[in-house]
């Protein structure tokens, strides 16, 4: 089929050819029983939508008329074609020689756009506001639409664009580049206009469908080979056409690639066959951007009361981060693995396990191209990236043959040091974490968790940012040294042999009543606590160090406003004298020190999963004692 992007240049299109076919295509597709005027039952009888073709002087005598040569499109249309009647659905008759004009504002609308225009408005703006003054009109009868030709906007070739715009739809106007780019559009109207009614018409079936729908089936083998740019595009072009599959085809790709807009699987998410991999995305979608449930019921109309009872069920798991994607055979074997993987934060470890295995998936039908349903879940979802979209979608499957892309790269450095990066958007003003050696992270709460909830175990996947707004609702969002200091922690693998629980948003540091959880923590084994805090005056850095082995802390430093405290026999990598060598030379110490540690004890902290993730968490013991009789209390607000 040609189009605007692979034809040849437009002076060599083949007007008569794409006009005919039109011409049939709509005449089969009018029922027996429509009423029709005279002209449109005479263009049914000769299966053409168009009038006599003008002859070389009549289209002379038209550019003499308006004063310029017209586009080399709308011109060898006119030499096929003086006038078109039915461009699209609301057009009903496009203008030939006699009847176009230059619109000169008749509609008004310049001055409507130009009232809207602000003093810095693009130049994009302020050619479609100054078309309505200068535009050649095309539409003679439409449904209070208007199709115009712009002199001003040419491109290479000399083609004019067109601008078209409707008042019951309310948006600016939509450009195509050309006279044959806006029929070729019109064309795909007619389509997609006829292929979605039901209202008794003749089945829709042409050379065209015929055409379009084994594209369709090529695309989806494309999309299971891993060539889903190719996909994509037949599917897009289908879709343009009111195809069926297209569009719930095309949304599988879309969605993956992390686009929402306007991805709403139509048709598919109704079909039990499909339900448990499109549902969940839907419902996650409607869960992230609105309150009104009614707009997932609209989403999902024609559903029968188990599928809704199910969406139901499924938006309050969403809500509640408790959703669990599930699937069969190897491909499922292996998202359990990864889930596992990634609730515990080894969310590159947990990526392989997913894509090694997506070769062995299979389809539920031939609808399906991917799986789908993970990317709701809130451990595996976070696993997404740009780049590695594009690897998932790249890597065959479904049984397909097909080049295995390049794995897409890391997203966790190595170490600690990525801490002291303000931009993460993890310890913006400090962090604080305890390392456990030769424990799962399970274990943790039992060694570190409030006397309370110590044998509650670990709470729900939950993301920094909902592990600080729980915190928050336990304390009125205000903190004081005589509150206790109860963090949410967040857990993981912290590298081999090592556990961790993170706070990204700790109280102020209190070098006088801070508790260290380390030998709390380290009953057995060893232990590890660090607070770095910037909450102090002139952004100065306060560290606190300690180790501990058998719930006896080994050795321990922190500075603070200035003066370093050490106790017990710090080694010499860890020796805070080689870090703070004087007040300029600790603003700059945070770095080499995370580095230090992490090298010492050889341990790291997952920047994706902690950024991006959901890991699970549970409530510590307090880091700070409370004052003592006579010492000062301090206050501190949530955005302290």
Do not use: C
Request: negative net charge; without cysteine.
């Amino acid at each position: 089929m040609l189009t605007e992007n692979t034809a040849p240049k437009n002076a060599d299109f083949d007007w008569r050819t794409f006009l005919l076919r039109w011409s049939g295509e709509w005449a089969d597709a009018l029922p027996d029983d429509e009423v029709r005027d005279a002209d449109d039952e005479a263009a049914r009888q000769s299966r053409w939508l168009g009038l006599p073709p003008a002859s070389e002087e009549r289209i002379a005598a038209m550019e003499k008329r308006l004063g310029r040569r017209m586009p080399p499109s709308y011109r060898s249309f006119l030499q096929v074609t003086d006038g078109w009647r039915h461009a699209g659905g609301f057009v009903w008759l496009l203008a030939g020689t006699a009847d176009a004009r230059w619109h000169d504002n008749e509609s008004g609308l310049a001055d409507v756009f130009e009232e809207y225009l602000e003093e810095d408005a693009e130049p994009e703006e302020r050619r479609e506001a100054g078309v309505w003054r200068r535009g050649l009109q095309l539409d003679v009868e439409s449904d209070a639409s208007y199709v115009l030709l712009d002199p001003e906007d040419v491109d290479e070739d000399g083609e004019w664009a067109v601008y078209t715009w409707a008042g019951w739809r309310a948006d600016a106007p939509e450009r195509h580049r050309s006279f044959r780019a806006f029929m070729e559009a019109m064309f795909r109207e007619f389509h997609s206009l006829r292929a979605h009614r039901t209202d008794g018409v003749p089945e829709f079936v042409n050379a065209t469908t015929r055409e379009l729908d084994a594209r369709v089936e090529e695309a989806r083998g494309d999309a299971l080979r891993g060539d889903w740019e190719r996909a994509l595009k037949k599917l897009d072009e289908a879709k343009g056409y009111g195809r069926p599959r297209a569009e719930g085809l095309g949304d599988q790709i879309r969605r993956l690639l992390g686009l929402t807009y306007m991805v709403y699987f139509r048709e598919l998410v109704t079909d039990p066959t499909y339900a448990s991999e499109l549902l969940p995305l839907l419902v996650a979608e409607h869960a992230s951007s609105s309150h009104d449930d009614n707009g997932l019921a609209f989403h999902l109309r024609g559903a029968d009361e188990t599928l809704l009872s199910r969406a139901r069920a499924t938006l309050e798991q969403v809500r509640a981060g408790t959703y669990r994607y599930t699937a069969p055979g190897p491909f499922g074997e292996a998202v359990g693995r990864a889930r596992e993987l990634a609730g515990r934060g080894d969310t590159d470890q947990a990526w392989r396990a997913l894509t090694d295995a997506l070769p062995l998936w299979e389809p539920l039908g031939p609808d399906h191209i991917a799986p789908l349903g993970w990317v709701a879940d809130p451990l595996l979802g976070p696993l997404l990236t740009p780049e590695r979209s594009r690897e998932f979608l790249s890597t065959p499957r479904g049984g397909r043959p097909g080049e295995t892309p390049s794995p897409a790269p890391g997203l966790d450095p190595p170490g600690l040091d990525w801490l002291a990066h303000r931009e993460t958007g993890i310890g913006r003003r400090g962090y604080r974490f305890v390392l456990v050696e030769g424990v799962p992270p399970e274990d943790l709460p039992g060694r570190l968790g409030d006397e309370d909830e110590r044998d509650a175990g670990l709470g729900a996947p939950m993301t920094i940012g909902e592990a600080r707004q729980q915190r928050l609702r336990g304390t009125g969002g205000v903190w004081s040294s005589v509150s206790s200091d109860r963090p949410v922690m967040m857990v993981g693998r912290a590298g081999a042999g090592w556990s961790f629980a993170f706070d990204g948003h700790p109280n102020p540091f209190d070098p006088e009543r801070f508790v260290s959880p380390a030998a709390s923590a380290s009953s057995g084994t060893r232990a590890v606590a660090v607070w770095a805090d910037l909450s102090g005056r002139h952004d100065e850095l306060f560290f606190h160090l300690s180790v501990a082995r058998d719930g006896v802390e080994e050795y321990a430093f922190t500075y603070a406003e200035g003066e370093l405290r050490r106790t017990g026999e710090i080694p010499p990598a860890l020796a805070p004298d080689g870090f703070f060598t004087s007040a300029e030379a600790a603003t700059e110490a945070e770095r080499p020190l995370l580095r230090a540690v992490a090298e010492h004890f050889d341990v790291r902290l997952p920047r994706h999963a902690l950024l991006n993730g959901r890991l699970y968490s549970f409530t510590s013991r307090s880091w700070t004692r409370p004052p003592k009789e006579g010492e000062a209390v301090f206050i501190w607000g949530a955005m302290g």
